[in-house]
């Protein structure tokens, strides 16, 4: 048993299920078996992959390595968490709110399961043609949940994010249509020279030329999709107007999977060209999506608007590390994908918590929550130490490991430029988060959802600092041989 | 297995005059202020991409590409623009906002970005780069004029007019360069394409819905 098949398998079929049990209490118990399901399965792919490395499944269309099975792992932690959130989340949503969330029943929960199902698979395909796939299959799944809401505002979100997901993914196709041709495999029907492990085993005998325009059509597609500015303009929308719990997954799992892909198309032209080359032009827009968001973090009042703007930051991070090129930023840069995911999910559901029980969107009028809920005042200051990159959250690890390879590296300027925009949005934040926190009560904040709900946030709050403070060996060891992967 | 192209394939006038009917029936839909008129051009152009890849299909005896070429006319073909007509026949299809750049402008645009993509392909791919090298200047040409076509009009359904003729463009390149992609990609790739349209349509209802018509520069109410 490889799971490299159930991975997304299983989340498909629970979505068939849903859709064909109609809702009923029935349909949250499958999404909650399913996205457990999920995350214990990445847990035991990443278990085979450190224990016997590399493994390759379905005709080698699916494949894993250390960064399929760490991408796998940030899908299914969030998956799990947000999934169970979100079953007592949307039923306070359905409750109050008949007239926007007159969905059909099972309607919610198969949409999410198909976007989690293609995530996965977007996570571990070999087969750069299925990964497309899978990508879009999840641009379409989370484009009709983003239109969750009956209003205005949701619409809008929904057709730009469809429209600009969709060109931008038509940019991603001529990418794989291009390396699929540098691989000179045209007369081959098998359609081998799809296949990322052998693009990568054959770089050097690539046509650079073609690899090279490959990377940069890629760099526009699926960093479109990960919300490296300047492609960035549908992400703050769709993320202000989908449901929390969809919020939390398309600003981690989607950031991650999509990055993922990415970097697959970074190993390959790495392998032709050299690293220099394709890790300048993601240095580049990585210190360009971290300058961008600065000044929109610090002006803004909506607390989903400042959470996209900071992933805008962290994707930005991301690849601003991995392009820097040397070991050290590679290793943190994807251990920063990891804690970024949990500090984001954390504040996200945190977030539709307190805005469900506030009845407002605004942070002002969030103020002393720590007064009025000590339980969710404590969770709302671990967001924003995670968020902020301040000790002992493990953000503040992976930024501070980012930079220190930053100024290792060829590219000093970059770091310089990103250490200041880090400095910057780290006084935005704290300013924002302590006076949510600890500014003077104005507002009676009661807590619409069960107590039960606040486990996922607990659980994710304890993992964000744990790793803060200790990285355990397996983890290390799997993040070590995925930066391997990107780079050689 | 290997295909073997015939010498003439890409000197023949059947490849050269279906791409020629390909760009053309692109900026024919760049030139209409009708919503339904746009479709119908996009219906052509469709076809002259399906029939490019039949006599690809036809040249090489490969029955892969001929399967995936039937596939490209039912879905792009046919499935999609009645997609779209059904919703251009609506309310959205009436002549409604002004794009933001008239016919004769945008016609010289799109006249200038066709000869800047052949003179960049050839200098880019050179001549000789594939048996099918015909086709990828018209392909790029026409995602220019496609993606033309997208920003220079407010109505949402000419948006994705746009958008499916850039799709198109990609196929041809992807065709062109390759004789297409393997038959299980290609199924998956037609079919979310399929789906994304499908969805595009449901957002132009419900833009109509909310909105009152089709024209996209109301949709600004969230910022910052």
Same mark, same amino acid.
């Given at each position: 048993m490889?799971?490299?098949?159930? *991975? ?6 629970a ?13 949250s ?12 399965m ?11 490395? $590399? ?15 760490l ?5 299914g932690?969030i ?13 306070v949503?359905?409750?109050? $709110? ?6 059909a029943p ?11 199902a ?8 070999n ?18 949940l983003? @239109?969750?809401?009956?209003?205005? @505002? ?46 990568r ?26 919300g ?46 050299? $690293?220099?080359?394709? @890790? ?14 600065v ?5 803004q ?31 943190? @840069? ?21 805005g469900?029980g ?16 000590p ?6 200051i ?7 990159g ?38 935005g ?10 500014g ?11 107590p039960?709900?606040?486990a ?14 200790w *990285? ?9 041989q995925?930066a ?5 | ?13 059947t ?19 009708r919503?339904?008129?746009a ?59 002004q ?12 006249g ?8 960049q ?6 001549s ?8 990828l ?29 850039v799709?198109?463009a ?23 394409l ?29 910022k910052?």
């Amino acid at each position: 048993m490889t799971w490299l098949l159930p *991975l997304p398998l299983v989340p498909a079929l629970a979505a068939l299920a849903c859709v064909l049990l109609r809702g009923g209490r029935a349909t949250s118990a499958v999404l909650l078996a399913a996205v457990a399901a999920c995350a214990a399965m990445a847990v035991a792919l990443a278990g085979r992959v450190l224990a016997g490395g $590399e493994i390759l499944a379905a005709g080698d269309w699916l494949h894993a390595d250390a960064l399929s099975a760490l991408v796998a792992l940030v899908i299914g932690t969030i998956a799990l968490a947000s999934g169970w959130y979100g079953t007592h989340y949307m039923a306070v949503v359905v409750a109050h $709110e008949r007239e926007d969330g007159r969905w059909a029943p099972g309607r919610y929960e198969a949409l999410f399961l198909g976007l989690v199902a293609s995530l996965m698979l977007a996570a571990v395909a070999n087969n750069l043609g299925l990964m497309w796939i899978a990508i879009e299959g999840g641009t379409l799944c989370s484009a009709l949940l983003v @239109g969750y809401y009956r209003r205005p @505002g949701a619409v809008e979100a929904g057709w730009k994010y469809l429209l600009l997901g969709s060109v931008a993914i038509s940019l991603a196709l001529f990418a794989t249509v291009l390396l699929y041709y540098s691989a000179g495999r045209a007369s081959d029907e098998s359609g081998r020279g799809l296949l990322w492990t052998v693009l990568r085993a054959d770089g050097a005998a690539l046509d650079p030329r073609f690899v090279k325009l490959a990377f940069i059509f890629a760099l526009v597609g699926y960093g479109a999709k990960a919300g490296l500015a300047p492609m960035h303009s549908w992400l703050p929308d769709a993320y202000t107007q989908a449901p929390t719990p969809v919020a939390a997954l398309m600003s981690t799992g989607f950031l991650a999977a999509s990055l993922g892909a990415l970097l697959r198309f970074h190993a390959v032209t790495a392998a032709c060209v050299g $690293e220099a080359w394709s @890790g300048g032009l993601l240095a580049l827009f990585g210190v360009l999506s971290i300058v961008m968001a600065v000044p929109f973090l610090l002006v803004q009042g909506e607390y989903k608007r400042l959470l996209a703007y900071s992933s805008i930051e962290n994707a930005g991070l991301v690849a601003l590390a991995v392009g820097l090129g040397t070991p050290l930023a590679a290793f943190a @840069g994807l251990f920063h994908l990891c804690t970024q995911a949990l500090a984001k999910s954390l504040a996200f559901m945190v977030g539709g918590t307190l805005g469900r029980g506030h009845g407002s969107r605004r942070m002002d009028h969030w103020s002393g929550v720590l007064a009025s809920s000590p339980a969710m005042g404590t969770l709302l200051i671990g967001a924003g130490l995670g968020l902020a990159g301040l000790p002992p959250a493990a953000t503040f690890a992976s930024e501070w490991l980012t930079l220190a390879g930053g100024f290792a590296s060829a590219h000093r300027s970059h770091a310089l430029v990103a250490l200041v925009a880090v400095g910057i949005v780290f006084m935005g934040l704290a300013f924002h988060f302590s006076r949510m926190a600890m500014g003077a009560k104005r507002d009676r904040f009661v807590d619409p959802l069960p107590p039960i709900a606040r486990a996922p946030l607990w659980l994710l709050f304890a993992a964000l600092f744990v790793l803060g403070v200790w *990285l355990p060996a397996p983890l290390r060891a799997l993040i070590e041989q995925a930066a391997r992967v990107v780079h050689p | 297995m290997n295909l073997h192209l015939p010498d003439w394939l890409p000197r023949s006038n059947t490849v050269n005059l279906l791409a020629g009917a390909f760009l053309l029936s692109a900026l024919y839909a760049a030139a209409q202020r009708r919503a339904l008129a746009a479709v119908s051009a996009y219906r052509a152009n469709s076809i002259a991409l399906g029939l490019i890849a039949l006599t690809v299909a036809l040249a090489t005896g490969a029955r892969a590409i001929a399967l995936a070429a039937l596939f490209v006319i039912a879905a792009k073909g046919v499935a999609i623009p009645a997609l779209l007509a059904k919703h251009a026949r609506g309310r959205a299809g009436a002549v409604g906002a002004q794009p933001y750049v008239g016919v004769p402008a945008g016609m010289l645009i799109c006249g200038a970005l066709v000869v800047i993509a052949f003179s960049q392909t050839r200098a880019l791919f050179g001549s000789g780069a594939s048996i099918l090298a015909a086709c990828l200047p018209v392909s790029v040409a026409t995602t220019l004029v496609g993606l033309f076509l997208m920003v220079s009009h407010r109505q949402a359904l000419m948006q994705v007019v746009g958008l499916v003729i850039v799709e198109n463009a990609i196929f041809l390149a992807a065709v062109s360069l390759t004789y297409g992609m393997p038959l299980v990609v290609e199924m998956g790739v037609l079919l979310d394409l399929l789906a994304g349209v499908a969805l595009l349509g449901l957002f132009v209802a419900r833009i109509e819905e909310t909105t009152g018509d089709s024209d996209t520069t109301r949709l600004s109410s969230l910022k910052g």
